[in-house]
């Protein structure tokens, strides 16, 4: 029966927490051990130069439409060895990658018609495993991120063109000075066969026997 004297009824209670939160001393194993995994992405031999939260669509050419990619995290990588600049996007809550290529000298920006918020290009993408010929269209949360956007993908592509021509040109620059090289030791060496050969002529021409000439005798008086 429970006691009617508040005091009394107190006291009880606080032996009762007491006795609930007493250290039994007892240790209870987790029933599985995780052990700690690297992740990697990929992106760690990468610098960040671009990072922007973005909605991407991909065109259907079976459809004729507009196809959601994802949203999420649209990135610009430089590679720290190779310089080479690649796009890469993934969704939000899977990091699942749904775009994938790298920025060449032939890509190329161009506004969405009537949404300043977005833009399209055409892309060989790997999101999928194997390369694919797609056109992509970018939508941001507003104007200043497109245009931050556009900006520099076009900065990097007109950078990798100018690389290429110099490139180029450099490579025409050194096959012409091969040929002169070349064109050069050709001389050079004909000249030096002309030279062997006259030498030849001359030593033979030195060890020819030479002949004796007798003087004459004087004819006898008649």
Not at 55 to 84: I, M, P
Request: charged share 40%; proline share 3%; hydrophobic share 35%.
């Amino acid at each position: 029966m429970a006691s009617t004297d508040p005091e009394r009824r107190d006291k009880e209670e606080t032996e009762a927490v007491a006795g609930e939160d007493e250290d039994t001393g007892a240790q209870v194993a987790p029933v599985v051990r995780l052990e700690e995994v690297a992740v990697t992405t990929g992106e760690e031999e990468e610098d960040v130069l671009l990072d922007l939260k973005a909605k991407l669509y991909r065109f259907d050419k079976e459809g004729n439409q507009w196809k959601e990619r994802g949203h999420g995290s649209v990135k610009l990588l430089k590679h720290k060895e190779t310089a080479k600049v690649r796009l890469v996007m993934r969704q939000a809550k899977t990091l699942k990658i749904c775009a994938n290529h790298l920025v060449l000298p032939t890509t190329k920006m161009q506004e969405h018609a009537g949404n300043d918020k977005s833009c399209v290009w055409h892309a060989t993408d790997f999101s999928d495993g194997e390369l694919k010929e797609e056109m992509f269209a970018i939508r941001f949360g507003s104007v200043d991120n497109c245009k931050k956007f556009m900006e520099m993908v076009e900065e990097i592509a007109e950078s990798l063109g100018k690389n290429e021509e110099k490139e180029s040109k450099d490579a025409s620059a050194a096959a012409g000075l091969l040929e002169k090289l070349t064109v050069g030791e050709s001389k050079t060496e004909e000249n030096a066969t002309k030279e062997v050969l006259i030498a030849a002529d001359e030593k033979k021409e030195e060890e020819k026997p030479k002949t004796e000439t007798k003087p004459e005798e004087p004819s006898s008086a008649a």
